[in-house]
């Protein structure tokens, strides 16, 4: 009996290490710090803390470390999280597209290229809208009016020299304009911006479509177009349908710190392309309604530059960088 009793336990202490060298593999890092240069319950932070939540049901990583600092569009955490993290294998920055802005407009010292890029994961149209009550029905009336005469063009958004502006910018581009011809209204958030354009203080409003999804639906704003590459709402076509060459998205994704090995950033690029594989982050995506923009390696260093270097040009001309 005592002999058969060994047996067993010998088995079952062999089943259990099978198990424990099969978690050890999945498990890419043993534990993640994740730096949020924003204020808790923001999208960077939602961000975050959805891959937390996936990667860890998934046994991807084994315990998460989180620190938020918020201030100026990212760009007072931005220092921090590169001279505290430098050369760590272990730390992700959560960041993106008012990120590039606000560096930029705030002249930075610190900024995109001292970052390693590892895995743009999401982004979010932009909707182009004007009150119901206005006497511009579609988008060829906005842009016969902004083309006429750009100043008269009332426009609300965001914070100056973010995406909403940006947007603005590369519209009157389009049109043979100068970006700095344009009225922005800037606004601290989606409330104040979508009382100024429900009340007529200005004559149209750009945002994150989700800002705005309800005022459409109910019928008290006007959707003209929004400003991603495909249409996120079948009703509402982009900007480049309707013949004005204008992609603007808000854009979020992962950076590590300056300084790490090669090997260090493959590894962190293997660990979002797994995650990014799993069916919970797919269902994810759809329950947060976050489109998909998954994007590493070369094609993300490439676009990264590219939009480094659009978003440059247009606060230029603005005169905000």
């Keep these: 009996m005592s002999s058969r009793r060994s047996l067993l336990a010998a088995v079952t202490g062999l089943a259990a290490a099978a198990l424990a060298g099969d978690a050890g593999a999945q498990q890419r890092l043993a534990s993640l710090y994740m730096f949020i240069p924003a204020g808790p319950g923001g999208g ?20 998460f470390q989180f620190e938020n600092v918020g201030g100026a569009g990212g760009s007072v955490g931005l220092p921090r999280f590169v001279g505290q993290r430098r050369g760590r294998p272990d730390a992700l920055m959560v960041t993106g597209s008012i990120m590039v802005g606000a560096t930029l407009t705030n002249r930075t010292p610190v900024g995109m290229k001292d970052l390693t890029p590892v895995a743009r994961l999401t982004e979010e149209a932009g909707v182009v809208v004007v009150p119901a009550s206005s006497d511009i029905k579609d ?19 965001g914070s100056a020299g973010g995406t909403d502006h940006i947007t603005l910018g590369l519209i009157l581009k389009s049109l043979g304009r100068s970006a700095k011809d344009g009225s922005y209204v800037a ?30 639906k109910s019928g008290r704003m006007r959707a003209l177009a929004t400003t ?12 480049t349908e309707s013949g004005t060459d204008v992609v603007m998205t808000n854009w979020r994704g992962v950076f590590a710190p300056p300084g790490i090995r090669p090997d260090a950033r493959d590894k962190l690029v ?40 659009k978003t440059e040009a247009v606060l230029k001309e603005i005169g905000l960088a």
Excluded at 50 to 60: C, K, M, N, T, W
Excluded at 196 to 216: H, R, T, Y
Excluded at 277 to 304: I, V, Y
């Design 139 to 157: 988008l060829a009336g906005l842009l016969a009016a902004l083309k006429a005469n750009p100043g008269g063009v009332s426009v609300g958004g």
């Design 187 to 216: 606004f601290a958030g989606g409330g104040p911006a979508q009382a100024a354009i429900l009340g007529a203080q200005v004559k149209a409003g750009i945002s994150g479509l989700s800002e705005f999804a309800e005022q459409i």
């Design 44 to 63: 960077w932070d939602g961000l975050g803390r959805a891959i937390e939540q996936v990667a860890r049901q998934a046994g991807l990583v084994g315990t």
């Design 228 to 239: 991603g590459q495909e249409r996120t709402d079948p009703a509402i076509p982009t900007l």
């Design 270 to 309: 293997a660990l979002m392309t797994e995650l990014h594989a799993l069916p919970a982050w797919t269902e994810l995506l759809k329950t947060r309604d976050w489109t998909d923009a998954f994007l590493t390696g070369e094609a993300f260093t490439a676009f990264l530059a590219e939009d480094v270097a």
